[in-house]
């Protein structure tokens, strides 16, 4: 069994380095060539890794119990998210360009993570998977809206420059970027802030003001998404500021996930 789970991670990990290579083909030189095979490859490469949690679950895991799981579900559910939001909004499938190298980030994460600290089994039964499962969800979100914030980024960098072909043709138009992260913002900010109030208070609690990198991390996300949030509803806040500050918050998203990992392999 354990020569399935193996052989089966290795080939989720090269399927995805695949179909980010293909997106990448796709972003620059346009879909028409080799481009077109990336959007199949990916499903191929879901495929794969829904099959090896089945396999792994089934050897020895109990699901999203610890971080090296929670990294490979967070890694399925943007592929997932992605593959989905893709049927429904036309003109975004090149967002995998950004979207699928974040997913095999979180998969090799997965692969250095260990486990979470002890808790209480109280704990463990009642609270821990609606805290595990509501971050994992705001993740998911963060990084779709990080996607396409850094798809802006890039577009608006070179609409200024006046370099109007080639990956800038490729791109979706501004609106549909900047909507389209509006949206998951909008769906990941409610998770993140359950999944804060969760962990400061019980799962992971903060004791005489005693705060840890990962709870810094955590809160400069929320304080940077609610921001966002607060600033385009309150001040008609829209374009580049609203990616940079999108794309900043991922960053601090993703530094909580780097500290756990950190954490459980005696990095620090």
């Known amino acids: 069994m354990a020569t399935w789970v193996g052989g089966l991670f290795l080939g989720t990990a ?91 980030l979180f998969l090799m994460g997965a692969g250095v993570g260990r486990s979470v600290d002890a808790v209480s089994p109280d704990v463990r039964s009642a609270l821990l998977p609606v805290h595990i499962g509501v971050n994992a969800l705001g993740i998911i979100a963060f990084a779709l809206a990080f996607g396409a914030a850094t798809a802006y980024v ?49 799962v992971d609690p903060v004791e005489s003001f005693d705060i840890s990198p990962m709870h810094g991390f955590a809160l400069a996300a929320w304080v ?9 509803m309150a001040a008609g806040w829209r374009g580049r500021r609203a990616a940079i500050g999108t794309i900043m918050g991922f960053l601090c998203a993703l530094g909580v996930l780097v500290g756990y990992v950190m954490r459980d392999t005696g990095v620090s």
Do not use: C
């Open 14 to 104: 090269i399927a995805y380095t695949l179909a980010a290579a293909l997106y990448l083909v796709s972003l620059v030189r346009g879909a028409e060539g080799k481009g077109r095979f990336a959007a199949p490859v990916l499903m191929a490469a879901a495929t794969l890794h829904i099959a090896y949690l089945a396999v792994d679950t089934l050897a020895h895991t109990t699901p999203m119990q610890g971080i090296a799981q929670t990294l490979t579900f967070l890694s399925l559910g943007i592929v997932l998210a992605f593959l989905l939001a893709r049927l429904r909004g036309k003109g975004i499938d090149i967002l995998g360009a950004f979207l699928t190298p974040v997913a095999l």
């Open 154 to 202: 890039i577009q608006e960098r070179m609409l200024r420059r006046k370099k109007l072909g080639g990956i800038f043709q490729r791109l979706p138009p501004l609106d549909v970027l900047d909507n389209f992260g509006l949206r998951a913002v909008s769906l990941g900010f409610p998770l993140l802030t359950v999944g804060i109030v969760s962990g400061v208070f019980w």
């Open 224 to 232: 940077l998404f609610a921001g966002v949030l607060l600033l385009r």
